[in-house]
Each structure stands twice: as C-alpha cells, then as structure tokens.
C-alpha cells in the first residue's frame, strides 16, 4: 500500500509561485498514475493535475492549464506540482494522489494528508 506525505504549502501573494512535493513510501511507485487534487473553504475537492505512471503524459483541467505543472521522479518516488501566478482563488488545502485509473473527474484512490496553499496580498 502506497502512502503520501506532501510538502512545499505556504502563504504567497498573487502572482507569486510555490512548488509543492508529494513523496511516496512504496516499492512500486512507478506503477501508479499521479495527481493533485485541492479543496477550498467551503468547496469540493477539484482535480488540478495529473501524470501517468512513466511520466510521458500529464493533464490538466482548463482552470490551472498554463499556470500549473506537475512532474515525477520514479527513482526517487516523489511527484511535484509547479504552481505559478497563483490567484486568490487557487486558496486551498492540496492533495496528492494515487491511483490505477485515469479517471480524474472521480475522487478516489489513496490520498495524503494536504499541504495549505494560502494566497493573500
């Protein structure tokens, strides 16, 4: 059973950037695709990001599409999140994710504990 601890949260201004880390305690993290999810006050959890398993292929909701990347390092068991011109709205408590499928629209799979992105000026 894979578990996820992420890392990297903190309180930025607009426009300003954050990279989020996501390690994973599993001998085969190389066998599940990966994403983030976040969850603002008062919002259900939304889907930012995704990548699959060997890293070729990511995807992206239209909301974050330019401003967010994510990326994977199978050697080191570890998926990051690029976050950049962070808006207001981008506020929220992130969540990495694993899983077997591709279907990202469902909220399912194993999660981590959340790391805060707090965006204030």
């Known amino acids: 059973e894979v578990q996820l601890v992420e890392s990297g949260g903190g309180l930025v201004q607009p426009g300003g950037s954050l990279r989020l880390s996501c390690a994973a305690s599993?001998?085969?993290?190389?066998?599940?695709?990966m994403g983030w999810y976040r969850q603002g006050p008062g919002k259900e959890r939304e889907w930012v990001a995704a990548i699959t398993n060997d890293g070729r292929s990511t995807s992206y909701p239209d909301s974050v599409k330019g401003r967010f990347t994510i990326s994977r390092d199978n050697a080191k068991n570890m998926v990051t999140l690029q976050v950049n011109n962070l808006k207001v709205d981008d506020t929220a408590t992130y969540y990495c994710n694993a899983r077997w499928d591709w279907n990202w629209s469902s909220a399912h799979g194993t999660w981590g504990q959340g790391t805060q992105v707090t965006v204030a000026s």
């Open positions: 599993t001998f085969t993290f190389s066998d599940y695709n």
